[in-house]
């Protein structure tokens, strides 16, 4: 046993050191700039608790076979190791291999956590990996700095009673979050680039010299790919002189030339200058 544990806390480092990778995403996965309290938000909809009701018996009875199937699994698991490392567990018993597998179990399922903390449905892949209605480029960069004015969207709501969720006059949400999954990417590239310039008509000056800061810390040039990203609203709000809004970005990303894949969760905070016609929107913060 006391060559098993030896083993199990060399796996245990490997594991935390290899997930501690990561690929420099644009700011480098720091938070930056001006910060807000951000929640999801949810369209308001007549409640249905009657479908609730019955569909709560099947979630829970899947849970449970989910939680059988890893127990099982990771019995199985222990078994595996204790025949793979042969003579280091000579004389083991049948307590050990359940001891074995319930840490196996314990592992896999502490590691799947971390990573869905941080994650999206892998749905999202088909529909934010391109495959969207492509535009030209300067259309949609003028649909994200300027905002879309051909409808008003309504029906919403925070699920946080503490976060604003007030859109601007003749705000297009769908319109400004498809832009922004594109602008999303632009960025990226340029942040991949060190192009600071192009950076530049997208934040604002004082964010800029906090980028060019952290920028100045990396290797001239970055291969970090978006593999897929999501937008959503997270908070919005306006007066007479300003509108903010704060867009969550959630999806995965990889390095290229590492082999290091990571998950996207980045807000980013909006402002626009009402007082000034077709002002754009800047983004003042960043949180990571």
Request: net charge positive; hydrophobic share 40%.
């Amino acid at each position: 046993m006391k060559r098993f544990f030896t083993v199990f806390a060399l796996i245990v480092a490997v594991s935390f050191t290899a997930s501690h990778a990561e690929a420099k995403r644009f700011g480098g996965g720091k938070s930056f700039g001006k910060s807000f309290k951000t929640a999801p938000v949810r369209k308001q909809q007549p409640q249905q608790t009657d479908t609730i009701r019955k569909q709560n018996p099947t979630a829970a009875s899947s849970a449970k076979k989910g939680l059988m199937g890893g127990l099982l699994g990771g019995l199985l698991a222990g078994g595996l190791l204790a025949a793979f490392f042969g003579g280091a567990f000579d004389g083991i018993q049948f307590m050990d291999i359940l001891i074995i597998g319930v840490i196996a179990f314990v592992l896999f399922k502490l590691f799947k956590a971390m990573r869905a903390n941080k994650g999206t449905p892998m749905g999202h892949r088909e529909s934010y990996a391109g495959n969207s209605p492509r535009q030209p480029q300067q259309q949609r960069q003028q649909q994200f700095r300027q905002g879309a004015t051909q409808q008003q969207s309504s029906g919403f709501e925070s699920t946080d009673s503490d976060v604003p969720f007030n859109l601007p006059p003749n705000f297009n949400m769908n319109a400004f979050l498809n832009g922004s999954r594109d602008h999303y990417r632009i960025i990226q590239g340029a942040w991949n680039h060190n192009e600071l310039e192009k950076i530049r008509e997208y934040v604002s000056p004082a964010l800029l010299v906090d980028l060019t800061a952290e920028r100045a810390k990396l290797s001239e040039e970055q291969h970090t790919e978006v593999m897929y990203v999501d937008a959503e609203l997270v908070r919005a709000d306006h007066d007479a002189n300003m509108a903010q809004l704060s867009i969550k970005f959630s999806g995965r990303y990889k390095d290229n030339v590492e082999g290091v894949e990571e998950d996207i969760n980045d807000v980013w905070h909006l402002e626009r200058d009402l007082r000034k016609p077709n002002a754009p929107w800047l983004i003042v913060g960043i949180q990571a």
